[in-house]
């Protein structure tokens, strides 16, 4: 596969880029012509490759702001993604090959160029208030970060929030950025109303391999502060221990249980690694980077895990994988929440899903200079 290379140069196997998961720009599958650097012989200016690293985020205003789906294996129908672009830049990121669609690179471009629908709670809220529309949980962080840098100045996601709240639209939230806590004022009150909860993923307590994965994200302890911050505030909410790679992170899957439990969490679920399209490329390349004498070992054990594949797409098993090691973890996952104790929690927790009968279309007051009979448009009869 050629590469995109910032320098101009061939990509350097040794080189890490710092506060960025992927090192290479791989041709999107979508693209008509490859192109592979090399060098002329003219001087290279270092300095081209952090002008070229900076995050350019690209307001736009979107088309729809719904996105469903049907798959068996996913808790939910549809969604919003106030982003496109994350740049947390999490190497195993599934939503990569998304950016291949406008003719960037799933690699160094997906982290670096963000593309934030600043129109998204004005869709929401046209969407909601359609005739035809029928209330279900919709998934905030389904594709990328709802809570990511770009956020702290954009709001978007408040937006969102704030429009879900008026319509009583249950909400459920996947985030691994304490930027959360900002948004309690209205998580607090939907909460008590029985319209959000929130999953914050953590897969592993190592500040050094969380560094390398995530690079752009909280701390894994920050997140479990958050964790701790929903759970006082009175806002439901689990951890997510995704993804789960094998030699490198399946070991903490305990210890991070433990921890997020700890902090307040009452639910707790797992997604093995997945590696579509693109990602499987920037995957490989990572692991030689960041970890060349554990490479070999990682993917052997993704192979059996993904019947000798890179990855498998197939409903149930793309999230779980297949054979001995993920029949192992699915025990241990579930013996860990028997004896931690999410077990009871959850239990308590069933008799208080989200409740979709309390979904309204507010009325809309008409201004003062409207109102009386004598402003008013007559009847017909």
């Known amino acids: ?17 710092k506060g ?40 736009e205003n979107a088309a729809s702001i719904i996105s469903r789906n049907q798959s068996p294996d996913v808790p939910f129908t549809q969604s919003v993604n106030p982003y496109q672009g994350c740049e947390h830049g999490c ?4 939503a990569r090959p998304t950016h291949a669609y406008r003719n960037l690179s799933p690699g160094v471009d997906f982290e670096t160029r963000i ?20 209330c279900e949980v919709i998934s905030l962080g389904a594709n990328t970060d709802p809570y990511q840098p770009a956020e702290r100045r954009l709001n978007i996601t408040r937006g969102v929030l704030q429009v879900c709240s008026e319509f009583n639209q249950p909400v459920g939230i996947v985030t691994k950025n304490a930027l ?26 190592d500040h050094d391999i969380a560094r390398k994965l995530e690079p752009r994200c909280v701390a894994p302890a920050r997140r479990l502060e958050a964790i701790r911050a929903l759970s006082r505030a009175g806002v439901p909410v689990g951890v997510l221990v995704a993804p789960v790679i094998p030699f490198l992170n399946d070991d903490q899957c305990e210890a991070v249980l433990e921890a997020a439990h700890a902090a307040g969490a009452t639910q707790a679920g797992y997604v ?31 192979h059996e895990l993904r019947s000798g594949r890179d990855n498998d797409p197939n409903f149930g098993s793309r999230m779980r994988g297949q054979g001995e090691f993920a029949e192992l973890l699915s025990k ?36 003062q200079s409207l109102q009386g009979p004598e402003k008013r448009q007559m009847s017909l009869f």
């Not at 129109?119 to 929401?124: R, V």
């Not at 959360?180 to 307590?205: G, T, Y």
């Not at 093995?272 to 052997?300: I, N």
């Open 1 to 17: 596969m050629a590469l995109r290379t910032l320098s101009g140069k061939h990509a350097d196997p040794q080189k890490i880029i």
């Open 20 to 59: 960025r998961g992927a090192a290479i720009n791989p041709e999107g599958r979508f693209e008509l012509v490859e192109r592979e650097a090399f060098d002329d012989g003219w001087a290279h200016d270092p300095e081209d490759d952090e002008r070229a690293l900076k995050t350019v985020v690209t307001e």
């Open 91 to 94: 190497i195993y990121c599934y």
């Open 115 to 134: 593309f934030a629908k600043v129109n998204a709670a004005e869709l929401l809220r046209k969407e909601l208030s359609k005739p035809g529309y029928c």
């Open 180 to 205: 959360i806590e900002r948004d309690l004022d209205i998580l607090v009150p939907m909460a008590q109303r029985r319209l959000v909860n929130v999953f914050i993923s953590v897969n592993n307590l």
């Open 272 to 302: 093995m690694l997945r590696l579509p399209f693109e990602v499987k490329a920037l995957f490989r390349d990572w692991l030689e980077r960041h970890y060349p004498l554990k490479a070999k070992h990682v993917m052997s054990r993704v």
């Open 332 to 367: 241990r996952f579930a013996l860990a929440k028997r004896r931690i104790g999410y077990d009871m929690r959850e239990r308590m927790l069933r008799n208080a899903a989200l409740d979709t009968t309390l979904f309204r279309v507010p009325v809309v007051q008409e201004p």
